[in-house]
C-alpha cells in the first residue's frame, strides 16, 4: 500500500499536485480491534498531525482499505455506512458482502466467493468428481462460502459425503475429530474452503497419522508459500488471485536502512526475526546484535519474493482504485492534462460514487467494479507439484475467467500432478457411471450420487452415459442389444427367397404344370370313351380352372402391396368357385345320366350343355358380384403389422372388411358342402368307371383342408398366416385334380383296354 500511494504521489498524471497521506493499524484478526480502530477512523483524526499546508483539511478519510477477513469487513462496513466512507477490501470475499442492501459502501478487488464457489463445482465437473468431502472455517468466509459452494455444487449434481467445520480456537478433540471423518470417509476429493490458519491445524493432525491419499481442493490457501510444508498433499489443486508484478516493488522492498528499521516496530521485529538478531536495547546479555551489515539484498524469505504476489496485487488494485475515484472528484482533464485542486472541500460520499464508475488498467491488468462492488472474476489455477529436487511448488497451470461462455471458462495450458504426484486423474464416485443401455436407481437412504446401474426394459433404451431414464424406440423401431441405439425393425413377409416361399412355389408351379399336362392328355384322347363319358368340356374348364388355382398361389408370396392384396383374394375366391362349379356341374350330370337310364326318363333335357354353362357362369357370377362389393366398399390393403412381434414388422394384406372375406370363404364352403351331398348320393350308382365316388373323395378331402384351414389360419402368426392358406389352396387343388382325374390318366395310359365303351357301359364288372 505504501509503494502505490508513494507511485501515485510520484506521478504527473493521477492526482498531479495532490498528495495522498495514509495511516496503517493492525486489527490483529479480531473484531473488536477491528471495529476499535474503524470507529478511531470515522472520527477523524488529531489535527496535530496535520500541520502547515500540505494537507486540505483536518483529518478526514476520504476511504479505508481493508480488512483481509470479511468477518472484521463485515462489522467496520456497517460502522462507517452512514458516514458513506467507502471500504475497498483486498481480501474479504464473503459473498454475503455483495448485498448493497446492508453493506452500500463496500467494494473490493478481489472476486466474491460466489464466483470462487462457481469456479470450485465447474472444476470438480470438468474432472468428473461427483463424490467430494467438504472442510471449512467455522467463519463468515468459511460457512458463507461453504454455502455457496453447496448450492452450486447440487446444481453441477455433486454430492457432498460430509461437511465438517473448525476453527483456530477449538481444542485438539475436535480438530481431531474432522480429521477421523477425513480418513474413514470414502470421498478421495476434499474441498477445504478455509484460511490458511484453520488447515494448517488440520493437516498438522493429519501427518501424525496419515489417511488414505486424498486429492485437494482449495481456494486461495494453495496459493500460500507456507503451505507448502506438507508433502501429503502434493497434487493439491486451488484458485488464486491473479499473480502480477509491479516494476520497482522488490527494489522498494529491500531499500531499507538500519535508520528505516529502527524507527518503524513492525520493521525492527520483521529484521530481527530475519536475520536471527536484537536491535539495540532490545538484545539480552546472550542474544547476538544486530550491527548493521546485515545484507538484505541476500535474504530469501517470503518477503523477498515477489514472483507470487497475489493478494499484494489486490492492495495495489485497491489503493489505485481510490486514486482515480479522488482524482474524479478533484480534478479536471483538459487537452491531456490533469488540473488538480488539492483545497478543494472534497466529501467522502463524492469519493464512494466515483468509486462505481473506476474503470481503468494498470500493469495490463483492468480495474472495475459491477454493480454489487465486484471485480471481474478471474483466477490463476494453481497445481501443487514436485520438483526435481523433492519439495513442493506452485505452479500456475491454467486460468479460470467467469466472464467467458458457459462450458468455456477454463483455460488449461499445462500438465497437472494429481495426488502422490499420479498423472492419471483420480476418481471420486459414489458409484460408477452408467452405460449406455442402462439407467440409474437410486439407492434407498443415499444422496442421488450413490445409484445402481439397471438394464433398460424391452423396447427402450438410452444412450447417453448416467442417464436417468430409458426412452421408447419409435414405433418402426426397436433396440439393438445393448439397447443403446434404435435400429430399423426388419420387415417380414413370405418371399421367393426363403425355403418355405420357395417350396410353396414349386408346389404351385408343379400343380399348375400337372394340370396343364392333364389337360394336354385329355385332349389328346378326347375322342376316347372315357374322356367323352366323363362330360370333356366341364372337365376342360376344371382343368383350366384348378391350373388358375395353382397359380392364383404366387400372389401370395412376396412383398404385400395394394393391388396385390386386391388380386390375392379376389383371384383366390373366384378360381375356387369356377373349380367348384364345375364340379358341381359334373356331380349334377352324373346324376342326371343315371336318372335318364331309368325307363320313361327324359331328365337330360333340363341339364344339357347349355343349362351346364349357364350353371357354372351362375354361381361364379355370384363370387364376382361378392369380390366387387368387397372391394368397392371396403377393399385389402398393404398393412405394417406392429403388435404381433415387438422386435419386427410382419409386412400383411389386412382384409379390409372381414365380413367381405368370410362371405368369400363361406360362399366357397357352401358349393363345396352342396357338391359333396350330391357326390355321396351318386357314390354308388351301378356304374363300372363312377366319376361321383371319385368327386366323393376329392370333395371329402376338400372340406377337411378347408375346415382344418380355419382355426390354423386364425392362430398363426405373422407370414405362417399366409403359408397356411397357401397350403389350403393347394392342398384342396391337388386333392381335386388327384383324385377326380389321376384314376383316368391312369386308365388312358396304362389300362387302354378299359378305355372303351363296351367295358365302361359292362355293370358287372367291378
Given amino acids: 500500500m505504501v509503494f502505490a500511494i508513494e507511485e501515485i504521489n510520484n506521478s504527473t498524471e493521477l ?46 478519510v476520504m476511504a479505508i482499505v481493508g480488512e483481509s477477513e470479511s468477518t472484521q469487513s463485515i462489522s467496520m462496513s456497517r460502522i462507517i455506512g452512514p458516514f458513506n466512507i467507502p471500504l475497498v477490501s483486498h481480501f474479504a470475499t464473503c459473498a454475503c458482502l455483495s448485498d448493497k442492501q446492508y453493506y452500500p459502501n463496500f467494494f473490493r478487488t478481489v472476486p466474491s466467493d460466489q464466483f470462487l464457489a462457481d469456479a470450485l463445482a465447474k472444476l470438480l465437473k470438468h474432472f468428473g468428481w461427483t463424490w467430494i468431502g467438504a472442510v471449512r472455517s467455522d467463519s463468515d468466509y468459511g460457512n458463507n462460502g461453504m454455502a455457496s459452494f453447496l448450492q452450486a455444487a447440487q446444481k453441477e449434481g455433486i454430492c457432498v459425503e460430509y461437511s465438517e467445520s473448525l476453527h483456530r480456537t477449538d481444542p485438539r478433540s475436535r480438530i481431531q475429530r474432522v480429521a477421523d471423518v477425513i480418513r474413514r470417509s470414502t470421498a478421495v476429493v476434499i474441498v477445504a474452503f478455509t484460511y490458511s490458519p484453520e488447515l494448517t491445524l488440520l493437516l498438522g493432525e493429519l501427518s501424525l497419522k496419515p489417511s488414505p491419499p486424498r486429492q485437494w481442493i482449495g481456494g486461495y490457501w494453495p496459493t500460500n508459500q507456507e503451505m507448502l510444508k506438507f508433502n501429503f498433499c502434493a497434487g493439491a489443486i486451488g484458485f488464486g488471485i491473479q499473480k502480477s508484478v509491479n516494476p520497482g516493488l522488490r527494489e522498494f522492498l529491500l531499500d531499507l536502512s538500519p535508520t528505516k528499521v529502527a524507527a518503524s516496530p513492525v520493521l525492527t521485529e520483521f529484521w530481527e526475526d530475519a536475520f536471527n538478531c536484537r536491535m539495540g536495547k532490545n538484545a539480552a546479555k546472550d542474544e547476538t546484535v544486530c550491527d548493521g551489515t546485515e545484507d538484505i539484498q541476500t535474504l530469501k524469505s517470503p518477503y523477498t519474493d515477489t514472483s507470487q504476489l497475489r493478494g499484494t496485487n489486490t492492495v495495489y488494485k485497491a489503493v489505485y482504485a481510490i486514486a482515480h475515484a479522488i482524482h474524479s472528484a478533484a480534478c479536471e482533464d483538459a487537452n491531456s492534462t490533469a488540473q488538480c485542486d488539492k483545497f478543494t472541500r472534497m466529501e467522502s460520499k463524492q469519493v464512494l460514487s466515483q468509486l462505481k464508475k473506476v474503470n481503468f488498467s494498470q500493469n495490463g491488468y483492468d480495474v472495475s467494479f459491477d454493480a454489487n462492488g465486484d471485480p471481474v472474476a478471474r483466477y490463476d489455477l494453481v497445481n501443487w507439484q514436485q520438483s526435481e529436487s523433492g519439495s513442493i511448488e506452485m505452479v500456475t497451470v ?60 424391452e ?8 442417464s436417468p431414464n430409458c426412452f421408447p424406440c419409435p414405433k418402426e423401431f426397436w433396440p439393438n442389444a445393448e439397447r443403446d441405439t434404435c435400429f430399423p425393425k426388419p420387415v417380414e413377409f413370405l418371399s421367393f427367397d426363403e425355403v ?13 404344370c400337372l394340370a396343364i ?14 374322356v367323352r363319358a366323363n362330360n370333356s368340356e366341364l372337365s376342360f374348364l376344371l382343368l383350366f380352372s384348378l391350373t388358375l388355382c395353382f397359380l392364383c398361389s404366387l400372389t401370395f408370396i412376396g412383398a404385400p402391396s395394394d393391388w396385390s392384396c386386391r388380386l390375392r383374394h379376389t383371384a383366390f375366391g373366384i378360381t375356387f368357385v369356377l373349380c367348384m362349379s364345375c364340379v358341381l356341374g359334373k356331380t349334377v350330370v352324373v346324376l342326371m345320366a343315371f336318372k335318364a337310364t331309368l325307363p320313361g326318363s327324359n331328365v337330360m333335357k333340363w341339364f344339357g350343355p347349355l343349362q351346364q354353362r349357364i350353371t357354372v357362369v351362375s354361381f361364379t357370377f355370384i363370387q364376382v358380384l361378392i369380390c366387387t362389393i368387397w372391394l368397392c366398399l371396403s377393399p385389402p390393403f398393404r398393412f405394417e403389422n406392429l403388435t404381433i412381434y415387438k422386435e419386427r414388422i410382419i409386412l400383411e394384406c389386412a382384409l379390409g372388411s372381414a365380413i367381405g372375406f368370410w362371405v368369400v370363404i363361406g360362399y366357397i364352403g357352401l358349393l363345396a358342402l352342396f357338391c359333396l351331398v350330391l357326390a355321396v348320393l351318386a357314390r354308388k350308382l351301378p356304374d363300372n368307371f363312377n366319376e361321383a365316388k371319385l368327386i366323393t373323395f376329392s370333395m371329402l378331402i376338400f372340406c377337411a383342408v378347408w375346415i382344418t384351414f380355419i382355426p390354423a389360419y386364425v392362430s398363426s402368426p405373422g407370414k405362417f398366416t399366409v403359408a397356411v392358406e397357401i397350403f389350403a389352396i393347394l392342398a384342396s387343388s391337388f386333392g381335386l385334380i388327384l383324385c377326380i382325374f389321376a384314376p383316368k390318366c391312369y386308365i388312358i395310359l396304362f389300362k387302354p383296354e378299359k378305355n372303351t365303351k363296351k367295358h365302361l357301359m359292362n355293370k358287372n364288372q367291378s
Fill in 15 to 60: 492526482l498531479p499536485g495532490i498528495k495522498l497521506g495514509y495511516e496503517i493499524h493492525d486489527s490483529c484478526s479480531t473484531v473488536p480491534v477491528a471495529m476499535h480502530v474503524t470507529f478511531q477512523l470515522s472520527n477523524g483524526l488529531d489535527p496535530v498531525f496535520y500541520t502547515g499546508d500540505n494537507c486540505s483539511q483536518s483529518g478526514l
Fill in 398 to 457: 491454467g486460468l479460470y475467467d467467469a466472464s467467458q461462455p458457459e462450458g468455456q471458462e477454463f483455460s488449461i495450458d499445462r500438465n497437472l500432478t494429481w495426488m502422490d504426484g499420479g498423472k492419471d486423474v483420480p476418481v471420486s464416485v459414489c458409484s460408477e457411471s452408467c452405460p449406455p443401455g442402462t439407467r440409474k436407481v437410486l439407492q434407498k437412504g443415499k444422496p442421488i450420487c450413490c445409484y445402481d446401474c439397471i438394464s433398460c426394459p
Fill in 500 to 512: 418355405l416361399g420357395i417350396i410353396l412355389a414349386a408346389f404351385s408351379v408343379a400343380g399348375a
Fill in 459 to 466: 423396447g427402450e433404451i438410452s444412450n447417453t452415459t448416467d
Fill in 517 to 530: 399336362v392333364t389337360t394336354a392328355i385329355f385332349f389328346r384322347h378326347r375322342t376316347s370313351p372315357i
